[in-house]
Each structure stands twice: as structure tokens, then as C-alpha cells.
């Protein structure tokens, strides 16, 4: 069997370093990394008087590890308007969340070489657990310095619409 339907002369599986982050309706600028989506379903083991002694396994709750964004320092100030709606210093007795709307859905696309989302993952009930505005600075590191969101979720679910595009063929100018 093929591996690509609409493409089965690829041989390729898509890279990693192409994809786009989109929350409210907006792709979010410079993210450069994002970790992986997992889930982790607990396993109930259970065995009744009578049996081997051996145990039955059933499944248990299902948890959505938390998702980490990282991205170089910029003045983009949506992962910290985000964090900030989760707890604001001096914001106030009662105030300190924003409970109306702290939660977001966010959408993570993956894209082939040609820039053409290729899947889609739609994250449910987003926010940000944790918030690193700065990352320990260096005098002699060469490093770029990255802001991190770690964020909480309910839950995942790939968007069966996204399809496998037709890639473009040639076009390239020979060489």
C-alpha cells in the first residue's frame, strides 16, 4: 500500500521544521519549536477470586500531557497577554484570572516543503501553566534567547477535513 494517496510517487514523510501555530483566529509569530502531542490512558488492573494469577487490564482516565511552545524574544506579546489572563501581579483580590476567557483552542498545522498543510491538530481548552519570559542569559552563550508557554489541555483531535494536498510539480528552474 501507498503511503501517500494523492502523491504516491513521495517517498519522503514530512519534516518536522515546517508547521504554524493559530490561536484566536491568528497564526502566532517565530514559534520555533513545540513539543509533542501524546496521550496517556491509565491502566486498571483488576482480577476476581477465582482467576489464574494472572491480572486483567481495562482502560482507565485519559490525560493530554502538557504541550511546551518556544520562540525567540521579541516584542510579540501574545504569549504573555495569554499568560497574564491566567494570573497578573497587582491585578487585585478576584482578579488575578481571567475567568471568562483564559481558555483558548489552539490549532497546530503541519506543512509540507511547499508550505501546503498537510494535518491539523485542533488542542481543546487551552491555557498557560507556565510562563518564562526570559531564559538565563549568557555573556559568552551564542544562543538566540527563547520565551516559553507551557499549556494545559483537555484534550486533541486530529481535523479529519485537512486532506493530503496534490503537491506542485517542477516549477523549479533547472540547473
Not at 500500500?1 to 514530512?14: E, G, H, I, K, L
Not at 496521550?39 to 477470586?49: A, D, F, K, L, Q
Amino acid at each position: 500500500m501507498a503511503q501517500f494517496t494523492v502523491n504516491p510517487s513521495r517517498f519522503d514523510p514530512y519534516k518536522n521544521h515546517k508547521f504554524r501555530i493559530v490561536w484566536d483566529g491568528r497564526a502566532i509569530a517565530g514559534v520555533s519549536r513545540i513539543s509533542g502531542l501524546s496521550r496517556v490512558t491509565e491502566v486498571i488492573e483488576h482480577r476476581e477470586g477465582g482467576d489464574p494469577s494472572t491480572t486483567r487490564k481495562s482502560p482507565g482516565v485519559t490525560r493530554f500531557p502538557p504541550i511546551v511552545l518556544e520562540r525567540g524574544v521579541t516584542h510579540d506579546t501574545a504569549f504573555e497577554a495569554w499568560a497574564n489572563q491566567v494570573w497578573q501581579l497587582g491585578a487585585g483580590a478576584g482578579a488575578e484570572v481571567s475567568l471568562g476567557d483564559f481558555r483558548r483552542d489552539v490549532r497546530i498545522e503541519l506543512r509540507n516543503e511547499a508550505g501546503q498543510i498537510v494535518m491539523a491538530w485542533n488542542v481543546y481548552r487551552c491555557w498557560v501553566s507556565e510562563y518564562q519570559a526570559l531564559p538565563e542569559l549568557d555573556a559568552n552563550g551564542t544562543s538566540v534567547a527563547l520565551e516559553r508557554i507551557t499549556l494545559q489541555n483537555e484534550g486533541w483531535e486530529r481535523d479529519a477535513s485537512v486532506v493530503e494536498p496534490a503537491e506542485p510539480k517542477g516549477g523549479g528552474k533547472g540547473r
